[in-house]
């Protein structure tokens, strides 16, 4: 259990890191924007930033994940982290040399060509986050996670601020005076454009930060490992791309797809922004994620491993699930925080606990990941995932013009879940985990049985409504811990 206890620890550590940050960043700026931007407008912040995501994999392809098995596994971690480091940057510059030559035709097919500014803004931040990730990761692998907390939080707040600045304090100062030194710096006609401008500002930063672990050590491209390091991490990066492809395509083609042309930007916006609340579950997600990628090397020599394994999937069902009813229980009071008015409708809200269950399902994914990373099959962790993208794709082409956005978000179970079911039974032919299977279905099966009587007996006035659903919570909570309890006797008898 002491192991246990660590992981728990680093997760809550990368929580100040990963979740405090988002959070602050959620839910602050979610509701700000909903509220001053157009459901079109939004719908322009949604599609962009799901680009984002799909680039930053491809400039990372995998060398994260490299970058902790190498430097576990070889005598000079100094050199592994150089020749990742570097092979990024490298990467990076070329990367940034296309998008100047060609930003022009790049917008255009985008269809954002009276902004091209858009594709330069969010192509900087993209590699500079992708030339950061490196440095972030040696701070996991040491341990330091208070610097990395510390960084992010640094980061989210330099964009926070500068976001009030531009839609807030900006727009008053140029209503006074518009030709006060305030034009040098702000145009009301860049508009959504100031989104992106603040989120580069806060890369800037936190790449300035880092430039310690950047320039702390010799930059050299160790080819011999490189190589090694490449085929390690290639099936890793089409892996990671597939699994990019499962959690924003239908960002990037709900606008094309859905049957009202008219209205695709508007239902993006409103799809986007229900779709943050099913984002807490991401987050718990990603904190976790941090924190076991090195822990999952770490032990793996340790003789209790299999075990171990078992049981951090067992708890992080658990506490998945926990999350998935909070929020769901309490969904009319996140909303109304959140969102503005006109992103509130029944037909946005009714994804959100889609949404829930399918970043669960992927972070039950991840915690499968373990057989194939430590034996070095990543090729199977590609396949799997490249069978989710397709599902995800084929989904969201077929259904979305008839079902629109409900589509697209049953797409995200379809492929987490087929994928958690490929990689259970895949892994227990090359690394057998002894999973507590049946009782997490069961588990599975309680939550979901208590969300669905919630809405079956949903009274009209909401005070009645929360007061049942904090019963069923706090019985879900005494039903965990009893039965936790008694396993744990049992265990130790």
């Known amino acids: 259990m002491e192991q246990i206890r660590k992981l728990a620890g680093q997760t809550a550590i990368y929580g100040l890191g990963t979740i405090v940050p988002r959070f602050l960043n959620y839910a602050l700026l979610t509701p700000f924007y909903t509220r001053i931007f157009k459901t079109g407008e939004y719908g322009i912040v949604t599609e962009l930033y799901a680009y984002m995501v799909v680039l930053l994999v491809i400039l990372t392809y995998g060398m994260e994940t490299g970058y902790f098995r190498f430097a576990s596994k070889e005598n000079d971690p100094k050199k592994v982290y150089s020749t990742a480091l570097s092979s990024i940057l490298i990467t990076c510059g070329l990367f940034i040399l296309a998008i100047i030559l060609f930003n022009q035709q790049i917008a255009n097919i985008m269809k954002y060509s009276d902004n091209k500014e858009y594709i330069i803004f969010f192509s900087l931040i993209i590699a500079i986050d992708a030339c950061t990730a490196i440095p972030f990761a040696k701070l996991r692998r040491e341990e330091r996670g208070f610097r990395f907390a510390l960084i992010k939080l640094i980061n989210v707040v330099v964009i926070i601020g500068l976001a009030l600045f531009f839609y807030v304090l900006a727009p008053k100062i140029y209503s006074k005076d518009p030709n006060s030194v305030i034009k040098l710096i702000y145009s009301p006609e860049i508009g959504v454009g100031y989104v992106f401008i603040a989120n580069l500002a806060g890369s800037i930063i936190t790449l300035v930060i880092l430039l310690p672990e950047i320039l702390g050590i010799k930059l050299r491209l160790d080819t011999v490992l490189w190589r090694k390091m490449l085929r390690y991490s290639y099936p890793l990066l089409i892996a990671g791309l597939a699994g990019t492809i499962n959690d924003v395509v239908d960002k990037i083609v709900l606008k094309h797809l859905l049957p009202d042309q008219d209205t695709a930007m508007n239902q993006l916006g409103i799809y986007g922004a229900n779709y943050k609340i099913g984002v807490i579950m991401a987050l718990f997600v ?208």
């Not at 879940?417 to 032919?429: A, E, H």
Request: hydrophobic letters at 55%; proline letters at 2%.
């Open 286 to 493: 990603q904190m976790f994620r941090y924190a076991f990628e090195p822990f999952l090397f770490e032990s793996s020599e340790n003789k209790n491993a299999r075990r171990i394994y078992a049981l951090v999937m067992k708890y992080f069902v658990l506490f998945g699930l926990f999350i998935f009813l909070g929020v769901t229980f309490y969904l009319d009071i996140i909303v109304n925080l959140l969102l503005g008015e006109k992103f509130i409708v029944s037909s946005g809200l009714e994804v959100v606990p889609i949404i829930l269950i399918g970043y669960l399902l992927y972070g039950i994914f991840v915690n499968l990941s373990v057989w194939y990373k430590i034996n070095e099959l990543t090729k199977f962790g590609a396949i799997i995932t490249g069978i989710g993208a397709l599902i995800t794709v084929i989904i969201n082409v077929s259904l979305v013009p008839v079902y629109g956005y409900h589509a697209s978000a049953w797409a995200h179970i379809a492929c987490y879940l087929t994928m958690v079911i490929l990689s259970y039974y895949i892994g227990r032919k090359y690394y057998k985990i002894p999973y507590e299977t049946g009782k997490i279905v069961i588990y599975f099966v309680i939550a979901l049985a208590m969300y669905w009587l919630t809405q079956i007996i949903k009274a009209e006035k909401e005070l009645i409504n929360i007061a049942v659903n904090t019963l069923f919570l706090a019985l879900f909570i005494f039903i965990i811990i009893r039965k936790e309890k008694i396993l744990k006797s049992n265990y130790e008898n």
